[in-house]
């Protein structure tokens, strides 16, 4: 049993710590959160040069090749500054379906652009009336000769506003909700018959409405192999998971500090209102939340290394409990803060509001606790 | 990071659950639910049984008659044992679980050589003797007095919540040796004799309407001055090591996982509008959120662990294992009571009504007391802000 990482995760953590010290800041991001983009393409380039988008994507497509340890240092330390970049998105979403559902002259045509930064993708996979479901798919793929034609409506496109690429589920058989039967296809940005409508996320963050009317597709832009893409994208929705709980921690963690400064330095009624038992006691519980939500993320995290046979559970045990975790901790913390909690000149609001749609994001705890249910046999 | 055990780990857990399996009398498993108490007799037969397999003291060293385990295996044998519906040991938890460690670190060799040996047999049963009528959570606030005369201290006062004191052959306690200074000083650490003349025993019935532990009054009894431990004035440091190892060890982890088990096996035999209730979305939600709790707290252990085995020992952070871990259990055990339906409001209907029914209500009124005994849960939240969050105390 060993939850220690080694010098080289901890020398990512390092870089990626003084990347957000830097490059970034609570005032960068007031400004970026007016911004339609929410994030800064500068910045995208400079995490880029660091190496950091191919950090687990074998070496041969231009990666590092290392493992999910430090996947979870770096977006522990994104958590922590709240850096709006879009990482999860393009990294574990949209370039992971290649890598993990692409064929060979896909990874190597994609992959490499990715890794550089100068390709931006993610994933469509959220309708209407399927909440949270990666099997509910209304969005369909006739085949007409050589291609396909795709008509429907993804919701919610993570970091949409300014993918180059999507990568789309689409029911080529069976009914709305089977999970055989799904295709995943690669569209671009801006082909015929695509209608991107802008979203704003609660936390500042993009995302888009994306309807397909009869777009045409060759059989060539299918990631991987006709109606295989199921399994597909669950494998990486489980990767993306872990990493959007690695990145919760951070927050939790960064929420906890400043939080506890505060107790320290704001006086009232003559003395710290850090003294005081009621506001000591919601720290207390503020850590301990977040120690038993980093506890299940690294489980979740090794279990992805280790390949282990109850990884997916352990990923859903993890967001189950980040969900609800995070986002008790952020209201404690804005409660405590009093009326400056509420208001945009105090930098822990923004946690709260990267607590609400990091909840939801991949599933919210109710849909975790009835997945983790169902992969433990009841 | 490494989560899976390696083989050697996995053939050793295998042939602790199996001994478990095929050693825990029928008429002990499962008794103990919400760490409710078994009866004295039956207790000190399986102290017996586990200390002929060597098993006793998982944690000690082979030297002091322990099993020797690496963490690692102390782990996994702490985590079998508790999840086998075996009971845990009383007869254990005060000795070898606190005073033991505690001689080891601060007694003399005559101390360790004459205590260690009959509390790993089971031949002397120990109870301790901390708190009082009005010294509870505010514990340096003991009045206990033991007075020099001679070779002897002479006490007089009244210690209560003494687990176990009516079955106990010996206490060790806090009592007052100095009352000038503040009141942290002038404690001092007491082994003593129960059977000695002067000292009275009355047993306290608790919501449980069984009675776990007693009030012991102190009238002009002699305790020879060989049975300090450590020196005179420095009870309130020995109290501090030991209830540190309270706070570690107390928590049964694998029994908790195992009270989720039985509420999973309670709910698929219990029925509701012709299913199985575990078919009940809300029911089955409201177990998987008590996994993933659990889940999160059973992986926070493993990260000790893996501190332990790189040297770096757990620091006053482990108090939220106490103050989460009880406060969980109570939440388990709630979802128990509530698996039962109209049984849950049963109390002691041994012939008419199925054991489960009997350990489910037990075990939700007996969990009442796991947060506030060792340091209530408000104390360890006080614990946690001031020490490992440093909010200022003033």
């Given at each position: ?132 479901d990666t099997n509910f798919c209304a969005t369909s793929a006739k085949r007409q000769g050589d291609a396909f034609t795709i008509s429907g409506k993804k919701i919610f496109v993570l970091d949409g506003l300014s993918a180059d690429r999507f990568i789309v589920t689409t029911r080529t058989s069976g009914s709305v909700a089977d999970t055989d039967g799904i295709t995943l296809f690669m569209i671009s940005q801006g082909a015929d018959g695509v209608k991107m409508t802008p979203l704003k996320t609660m936390d500042g963050r993009n995302a ?171 | ?103 080891l670190q601060f007694g003399t060799k005559e101390q360790q050589e004459r205590f260690i040996p009959d509390m790993l047999a089971g031949k002397t049963i120990w109870c301790q003797g901390f708190s009082e009528p009005n010294a509870g959570s505010d514990l340096a606030s003991l009045k206990l007095k033991a007075v020099s005369d001679g070779d002897d201290f002479v006490l007089n006062g009244q210690k209560t919540w003494t687990s176990m004191a009516d079955h106990a052959d010996w206490v060790f306690m806090l009592v007052r040796t100095d ?160 698996a039962m339906g109209p049984c849950g409001q049963s109390w002691y209907n041994l012939e008419a009504l199925d054991n489960s029914v009997h350990q489910a209500t037990m075990g939700w009124v007996n969990s009442r007391s796991l947060t506030i005994w060792g340091g209530s849960s408000e104390i360890q939240r006080t614990i946690i802000a001031t020490q490992v969050l440093k909010l200022p105390r003033k």
């Open positions: 049993m060993d939850f220690e990482l080694t010098s080289e995760h901890l020398s990512l953590k390092e870089s990626a710590a003084s990347f957000v010290k830097k490059d970034h800041s609570f005032d960068r991001l007031r400004d970026l959160y007016k911004d339609p983009l929410g994030y800064s393409k500068e910045a995208w380039k400079k995490m880029a040069e660091l190496g950091w988008m191919g950090l687990i994507y074998p070496e041969e497509y231009g990666g590092l090749g290392l493992d999910f340890g430090f996947v979870m240092v770096l977006l522990e330390e994104f958590g922590k500054g709240l850096l709006p970049e879009p990482w999860i998105s393009n990294i574990l979403l949209g370039g992971n379906l290649i890598l993990a559902g692409g064929t060979e002259p896909q990874k190597q045509e994609i992959l490499p652009e990715i890794v550089s930064g100068d390709l931006m993708i993610t994933a469509a996979y959220l309708e209407d009336d399927g909440r949270y888009c409405t994306l309807e397909l009317a009869d777009v045409s597709a060759p059989e060539t832009d299918i990631i991987g192999e006709l109606e295989q893409g199921h399994p597909v994208l669950s494998g990486v929705m489980d990767q993306a998971t872990a990493g959007l709980c690695a990145e919760m921690v951070g927050g939790m963690q960064a929420a906890l500090d400043i939080t506890v400064n505060y107790l320290t330095e704001r006086v009232q009624f003559g003395k710290p209102i850090g003294t005081l038992q009621t506001p000591q006691h919601k720290a207390a519980d503020m850590f301990i939340q977040k120690e038993l939500s980093a506890s299940s993320v690294y489980y979740a995290i090794a279990s992805i290394d280790e390949k282990t046979v109850d990884m997916a559970s352990a990923i859903s045990s993890a967001k189950a409990k980040c969900s609800s975790a995070y986002v008790q901790i952020a209201k404690a913390a804005v409660q405590l803060f009093g009326g400056m909690g509420f208001s945009n000149e105090a930098d822990i609001g923004y946690f709260l509001k990267r607590a609400k749609v990091a909840e939801i994001l991949f599933g919210d705890a109710d849909y975790h606790l009835d997945r983790y249910a169902r992969l433990n046999g009841y | 990071m490494k989560v899976s055990y390696s083989s050697d780990e996995e053939k050793f857990r295998e042939e602790v659950r199996e001994w478990f399996r095929v050693n825990t009398p029928p008429e002990v498993k499962d008794q103990t639910l919400g760490g409710s108490s078994l009866n004295h007799d039956p207790m000190i037969k399986w102290h017996k049984t586990l200390y002929e397999k060597g098993w006793v003291a998982p944690e000690f060293p082979k030297e002091f008659g322990g099993a020797g385990f690496s963490d690692t295996e102390q782990f996994i044998f702490n985590y079998e044992y508790s999840h086998s519906g075996a009971p845990r040991l009383k007869t254990k938890l005060v000795s070898l679980g606190m005073l033991a460690p505690l001689l009352s000038s200074g503040r009141k942290q000083q002038g404690i001092s650490f007491l082994l003593v004799d129960l059977t000695s003349p002067g000292i009275t025993i009355r047993p306290i019935e608790a919501l449980t309407d069984y009675a776990p532990f007693c009030e012991v009054f102190f009238d002009d009894v002699r305790v020879p001055k060989e049975n300090l431990v450590g020196k005179e004035g420095e009870g309130w440091k020995l109290a501090g090591a030991l209830l540190q190892h309270e706070r570690l060890n107390a928590f049964p982890i694998g029994e908790l996982i195992y009270s989720i088990d039985t509420i999973r096996k309670n709910a698929e035999k219990n029925r509701y509008r012709g299913k199985p209730l575990i078919e009940d979305p809300g029911f089955r939600k409201k177990l998987a959120a008590l996994e993933v709790d659990c889940n999160s707290l059973l992986y926070t252990f493993l990260r000790i662990l893996s501190q332990l085995s790189v040297g770096s020992a757990p620091g006053p952070e482990a108090s939220f294992l106490k103050v989460y871990g009880s406060e969980l259990y109570q939440r388990v055990m709630d979802l128990n009571i509530e």
